[in-house]
């Protein structure tokens, strides 16, 4: 029985990739048949997006996202008078195979721009690629600063912008919602010193709570794989903080909740999209989540007018399926482009960057974006509250 | 205030300590009699915790009261990685037995990677959450402020007990009389007919015992299992066998409880960051000083 369903698996499988490729081949030779089709009348925009690999799942909802889009924007009559073609290509979830597809999409494809990749990882791999062939490049999902802002030069890169909030600004939203939202005059930070994620949130989260006039108690920090919090929760109960802020992962973020609350420590925790995993819920148990919040990218809950249309038109076209974080992140990608070239009023990649430069309040899935001086989105951060274990929207908070 | 928050402190170092002391117990075991530094003796207690996960996850859909649940698993988990230690002692460590102690060493740590990645394989690397066997208690001491858990008790207790178990196999059963015996002079306890194989088969029967109800107890503690999860507790138990004086029980025992109480007072210091830094570098003073160990003897090397 075994072997028959594996026989059957296998066929399916060949038959995908099989189909896979033919597609690729399609497009690609169509390309070739009406050669220079730029010009012509459709615009392609390519993405390059985790297909198969460990984040498979992330360049999923990215291209479910961006094709709802393209398809959206061409019913109500494309770009510029010319209709959206969306090229995708794989990057298998590896920065090296990301810079090759990025290559594959400007040589062959002949794409004005590109979106992707879902990670900072794989988007590092298309960056030094669109900046020698001068296209733009609106990333997905990629969250670190490195990805607009040359480390070691600290200079912009020029070609490089994102539909994500950079990882730092979550730092500053939870510090105005424990602010104004909850009232709290005094913080403990409790962070995760094995990473970088969790020291941008800390530093960012410390400024603007000291900003706002509030006062860090104590800084405390752990490592990852780290299992015994009590020695520092302890420390941090003496103190009788307003709030605790906790910008880690959710492995350990489990560990510390449930700690915290059997040791009787009940004000709020604070943290951020480190947090989005079923598993929190699992080690930390419901009841030791109540009273938590933590900042996301957005939230299928959220009620505002331009959320809700586009979870319907995302159901509508997925099976009833609720986009999540990336597939909000990919649908705005493609509209951050089409509103580029509209401004730009040609498709012309270096006018194209110029529009893209001095993007202003568009309204998004995710929220009104404008692109700042680095290239990184300034727009509202949702703050979602633990109920019963479950994360439900609470507020939207503006930068 | 002051004080209350010390002893409260110390009572939390006491509870990280029991865990190391468990595990660090089985090391200076298997040291004590093949001189073998057994890194995956990290990896038994990873597997240990794992079991008890399954079996107490079974017994509980059973509708088992959770102190059966608790005992049934702990025994279970036990004996299961009791025959994985013998196991892995008969295939992996007992071929190379005459050869170079590098070369065991060596083999200590492929059977150490080969159990952890296995595990991921298996299981997946994502950590799983342990069931709560029992519900979870605070105790107020004395009318102060200072908090005790049922589980922070329970952990106690059970270090307590099998150490009494150990001290009494050691000193009192045949078996443990041949343990010795064979940790003194392996060929002479051969000559007088002592059966060192399978006293060698005990020693890691009990020890992987021990790390199975470390990893049960650290399960239920801290309700989180991976299987990379052992690599962390391995060291820092290995660090307080050699605390201690590797190959002395009692030695394990100070060790482990010494390694975990001056980890949470630096922690409770506001040093958190400091905590593995100046934990190891207290190993390496007593090491300076007493390079044997704290209760170790200085054994010159036969040669």
Same mark, same amino acid.
């Given at each position: 029985?075994k ?12 038959a ?18 009406n ?6 009348d ?9 297909l ?7 360049g999923?909802?990215?291209?479910k ?14 770009v510029l008078?010319?209709k ?17 597809a ?15 990749a ?9 960056v ?15 969250t ?11 200079k912009?890169?020029e ?5 994500a ?13 424990a602010?104004?939202?909850l ?17 941008g949130?800390q530093?960012f989260?410390e ?20 299992s ?24 350990e973020?489990?560990? @510390? ?18 947090w ?6 699992? @080690? ?10 933590m ?24 099976g009833?399926?609720?986009p999540?974080?990336?597939a909000?992140?990919g649908y ?40 700042? +001086? ?13 109920v ?5 929207f609470?507020?939207?908070?503006n930068? | ?16 300590g029991?865990?190391y ?10 040291y ?7 890194f ?5 207690f ?6 008890g996960?399954f ?16 005992? @049934?698993s702990?025994i ?8 994985l ?6 295939l ?6 005459k ?6 060493? @060596? ?14 394989l298996v299981?997946g ?7 709560d ?11 102060t402020?200072?908090?005790v ?8 207790i059970t ?8 001290q ?23 000559l ?37 999860m ?9 660090v ?13 025992l ?10 949470? +007072? ?10 593995d830094?100046?934990?190891?570098a207290?190993l ?7 390079p ?12």
């Amino acid at each position: 029985m075994k072997k028959i369903g594996a026989i059957i698996l296998s066929t399916v499988l060949t038959a995908v990739l099989a189909a896979g490729c033919g597609s690729n081949n399609t497009e690609s030779s169509g390309n070739s048949a009406n050669g220079g089709n730029s010009a012509g009348d459709t615009i392609k925009i390519g993405a390059d997006l985790e297909l198969t690999g460990g984040q498979a799942s992330f360049g999923d909802s990215a291209s479910k996202g961006a094709k709802l889009a393209v398809q959206q924007i061409n019913d109500a009559g494309g770009v510029l008078g010319k209709k959206l073609e969306l090229v995708v290509a794989d990057n298998a979830s590896k920065s090296e195979e990301a810079t090759q597809a990025a290559q594959k999409l400007i040589t062959d494809d002949k794409v004005v721009t590109i979106i992707g990749a879902s990670t900072s990882t794989n988007t590092l791999g298309i960056v030094p690629v669109v900046t020698e062939k001068q296209i733009p490049l609106v990333a997905v999902g990629a969250t670190n600063p490195k990805v607009t802002v040359d480390e070691r030069t600290s200079k912009v890169n020029e070609w490089v912008f994102r539909a994500a909030f950079i990882d730092p600004f979550q730092g500053q939203v939870m510090a105005n919602f424990a602010t104004n939202s909850l009232k709290a005059k005094t913080a403990v930070i409790y962070t995760d010193t094995s990473s970088d994620y969790s020291k941008g949130l800390q530093k960012f989260f410390e400024e603007t709570f000291k900003k706002n006039g509030g006062q860090i108690l104590s800084q405390e920090s752990y490592q990852q794989k780290d299992s015994d919090f009590k020695a520092v929760l302890t420390r941090i109960k003496a103190s009788n903080p307003d709030v605790i802020y906790l910008p880690g992962y959710y492995e350990e973020v489990g560990k @510390i909740l449930k700690q915290a609350r059997e040791m009787g420590i009940t004000v709020p925790f604070l943290g951020g999209d480190g947090w989005d995993s079923p598993q929190l819920a699992e @080690i930390a148990g419901a009841a030791a989540l109540d009273n938590t919040f933590m900042s996301n990218h957005y939230s299928p809950e959220d009620t505002a007018p331009e959320v809700t249309s586009f979870v319907d038109a995302y159901k509508a076209a997925n099976g009833g399926a609720v986009p999540d974080g990336m597939a909000a992140l990919g649908y705005d990608a493609v509209k951050l482009v089409a509103d580029a070239i509209s401004r730009a009023g040609a498709a012309d990649a270096a006018k194209i960057k110029d529009a893209l430069a001095a993007t202003k309040d568009l309204q998004l899935a995710t929220g009104k974006i404008t692109l700042n +001086e680095t290239h990184d989105p300034v727009k509202a951060a949702v703050v979602l509250k633990f109920v019963g274990g479950k994360q439900t929207f609470e507020t939207k908070v503006n930068p | 205030m002051a004080m209350e928050y010390f002893i409260q402190q110390l009572i939390n170092g006491i509870s990280v300590g029991s865990i190391y002391a468990l595990i660090a117990l089985g090391y200076t075991m298997v040291y004590g009699i093949i001189k073998l530094i057994n890194f995956a003796h990290g990896d038994v207690f990873m597997v240990g915790s794992f079991i008890g996960l399954f079996s107490a996850r079974y017994l509980a859909s059973a509708g088992l009261p959770p102190v059966l649940v608790l005992i @049934i698993s702990l025994i279970f988990s036990m004996t299961v990685s009791a025959l994985l230690g013998i196991t892995i002692e008969r295939l992996a460590y007992k071929p190379i037995r005459k050869s170079t102690r590098i070369a065991a060493l @060596i083999t200590a740590i492929g059977v150490s990677f080969l159990l952890e990645y296995t595990g991921v394989l298996v299981l997946g690397p994502q950590a799983q959450g342990f069931p709560d066997i029992m519900v979870k208690k605070q105790y107020q001491l004395f009318g102060t402020s200072i908090q005790v858990d049922s589980n922070q008790v329970m952990i106690l207790i059970t270090t307590i007990i099998l150490m009494i178990i150990l001290q009494y196999i050691v000193r009192y059963t045949k078996t443990g009389k041949a343990m010795r015996a064979v940790s003194f002079d392996m060929e002479a306890a051969r000559l007088m007919g002592i059966n060192v194989d399978r006293t060698i088969s005990a020693t890691f029967a009990i020890g992987s015992a021990l790390a199975a109800a470390a990893g049960v107890i650290f399960g239920m503690t801290y309700n989180s299992v991976d299987p990379l999860m052992g690599v962390m507790p391995g060291l820092k138990a290995f660090v307080a066998a050699v605390l201690g004086g590797i190959g002395s029980i009692p030695g394990a025992l100070v060790g482990g409880l010494l390694l975990g109480t001056v980890e949470t +007072e630096i922690s409770s210091m506001g040093y958190s960051s400091w905590r593995d830094g100046v934990a190891f570098a207290v190993l390496i003073l007593i090491l300076i000083f007493k390079p044997s160990g704290l209760f170790g003897k200085n054994v010159r090397e036969k040669v």
